[in-house]
């Protein structure tokens, strides 16, 4: 058995993973996956990535694209959801602030630097005209980090998947009041360097089993229920979510990334003329 440790946050994107190891996918393939969650996203995970704690990772596309232009020794090995995210932009409830235009200057609560809240919060504070400084930015470390600095402190911003903090905003904690959808895929898988240099074939074995469970996915009741089961969505907001949701595990294309790039290097989120491939 080839063993493979991998990562991924606990949303219900990454089910097809889960659904593929209750089967015994991987072990039939000679893969000893070891899965791990992580609540903190994907900065967490690429720290995780850099430090050997982990050999493939599934990431939000701006979080992964960053920080492997910034140096990160890992590479973009594969698309996982090649449909966009949809990032709710949230305030306290108990706040006054209603509407989009009235965010301008409000600091933001990211899980951490280099993680997709944060680089989705720049993108962000950049259609209101600001771009905000470090003090700007409220590090609360996950979802839950988030909700509690809600209910206590000056007002915040957290942008996050919106059908994940649902919850939230159903129990009076945080208000929606926007939402942006970015022109690219909303999560990649990703490998350490040094891992794929000595382990290409299993890398290759993994995503194969992971796109043949992808495929061979119904959506039905079944799918919908499973859905439900892992998320703690509602009925109707399962299926409200499925009908956003695309997997995909495909090579992933330079053209595909184009705009995220370009944003990137604009909000100086990476270095002018890093030219560090992301892809494999």
């Given at each position: 058995?080839?063993?493979?440790?991998?990562?991924?946050?606990?949303?219900?994107?990454?089910?097809?993973?889960?659904?593929?190891?209750?089967?015994?996918?991987?072990?039939?393939?000679?893969?000893?996956?070891?899965?791990?969650?992580?609540?903190?996203?994907?900065?967490?995970?690429?720290?995780?990535?850099?430090?050997?704690?982990?050999?493939?990772?599934?990431?939000?596309?701006?979080?992964?694209?960053?920080?492997?232009?910034?140096?990160?020794?890992?590479?973009?090995?594969?698309?996982?959801?090649?449909?966009?995210?949809?990032?709710?932009?949230?305030?306290?409830?108990?706040?006054?602030?209603?509407?989009?235009?009235?965010?301008?200057?409000?600091?933001?609560?990211?899980s951490r630097l280099g993680s997709g809240s944060h680089i989705m919060a720049m993108i962000h504070a950049e259609r209101l005209g600001w771009r905000p400084a470090e003090k700007d930015l409220v590090v609360v470390h996950n979802m839950r980090g988030a909700a509690e600095r809600m209910q206590a402190g000056p007002p915040v911003i957290?942008?996050?998947?919106?059908?994940?903090?649902?919850?939230?905003?159903?129990?009076?904690?945080?208000?929606?009041?926007?939402?942006?959808?970015?022109?690219?895929?909303?999560?990649?898988?990703?490998?350490?360097?040094?891992?794929?240099?000595?382990?290409?074939?299993?890398?290759?074995?993994?995503?194969?089993?992971?796109?043949?469970?992808?495929?061979?996915?119904?959506?039905?009741?079944?799918?919908?229920?499973?859905?439900?089961?892992?998320?703690?969505?509602?009925?109707?907001?399962?299926?409200?979510?499925?009908?956003?949701?695309?997997?995909?595990?495909?090579?992933?294309?330079?053209?595909?990334?184009?705009?995220?790039?370009?944003?990137?290097?604009?909000?100086?989120?990476?270095?002018?003329?890093?030219?560090?491939?992301?892809?494999?």
């Amino acid at each position: 058995m080839n063993p493979l440790r991998i990562a991924g946050v606990p949303e219900p994107y990454n089910l097809p993973w889960h659904l593929a190891m209750e089967k015994g996918l991987f072990r039939i393939a000679g893969i000893d996956l070891d899965w791990h969650t992580v609540h903190e996203g994907t900065g967490r995970m690429c720290q995780m990535l850099k430090d050997d704690e982990l050999d493939m990772a599934v990431l939000v596309s701006e979080g992964a694209v960053r920080d492997i232009r910034n140096g990160g020794p890992h590479r973009v090995v594969g698309t996982f959801v090649d449909s966009a995210l949809p990032w709710g932009v949230h305030v306290p409830a108990a706040s006054n602030l209603h509407a989009p235009g009235e965010l301008r200057g409000i600091p933001y609560a990211i899980s951490r630097l280099g993680s997709g809240s944060h680089i989705m919060a720049m993108i962000h504070a950049e259609r209101l005209g600001w771009r905000p400084a470090e003090k700007d930015l409220v590090v609360v470390h996950n979802m839950r980090g988030a909700a509690e600095r809600m209910q206590a402190g000056p007002p915040v911003i957290f942008l996050w998947e919106t059908y994940v903090t649902a919850g939230y905003v159903d129990q009076g904690i945080m208000r929606r009041v926007d939402e942006l959808r970015a022109p690219w895929p909303g999560f990649v898988i990703v490998a350490a360097e040094r891992f794929l240099r000595n382990h290409q074939p299993v890398v290759n074995n993994a995503l194969a089993v992971l796109r043949a469970e992808i495929q061979g996915m119904e959506r039905g009741p079944h799918l919908v229920e499973l859905v439900m089961q892992n998320a703690g969505f509602t009925e109707a907001r399962a299926k409200e979510w499925l009908k956003h949701v695309h997997w995909a595990v495909d090579k992933p294309r330079p053209a595909s990334f184009g705009s995220l790039v370009e944003r990137l290097r604009r909000l100086a989120l990476v270095p002018e003329h890093a030219n560090l491939p992301f892809l494999v």
